[in-house]
């Protein structure tokens, strides 16, 4: 079983920042994509960031240029530098991986449990 530990998250003013971790344990043969997603009240889960293997990465539009992505593939951590942060980013943040747990085995995708964000304004 492949779990995704989540920290990070919190409480700050608008134009404030704060850095999102999620690590992955388990049985991991490897680990693909990784990236974070967020979710806020009444609205549908959205893509905020993701990042390959190879460190490709790709952002929404409404955070490129404030967060930034990067991983650690040693580690089995992805890092969520969030700056500028405004009310609308808001919202619970789901880390997501894709891992294949033996060379063998399909590729699943797994979800962290979730960290809440708030932005006060």
């Known amino acids: 079983q492949v779990q995704l530990v989540e920290s990070g998250g919190g409480l700050v003013q608008a134009g404030g920042s704060l850095r999102l971790s999620c690590a992955a344990s388990?049985?991991?043969?490897?680990?693909?994509?990784m990236g974070w997603y967020r979710q806020a009240p009444g609205k549908q889960r959205e893509l905020v960031a993701t990042?390959?293997?190879?460190?490709?990465?790709n952002y929404a539009d409404s955070v490129k240029g404030r967060f930034t992505l990067s991983r650690d593939n040693a580690k089995k951590t992805v890092y969520l530098q969030m700056n500028s942060l405004k009310p609308e980013d808001t919202a619970v943040y789901y880390c997501?991986?894709?891992?294949?747990?033996?060379?063998?085995?399909?590729?699943?995708?797994?979800w962290g449990q979730g960290t809440q964000v708030t932005v006060s304004s």
């Open positions: 997501r991986a894709d891992v294949m747990v033996t060379r063998f085995s399909a590729e699943r995708t797994y």
């Open positions: 388990g049985t991991i043969f490897v680990i693909n994509a």
């Open positions: 990042i390959t293997s190879g460190f490709t990465t």
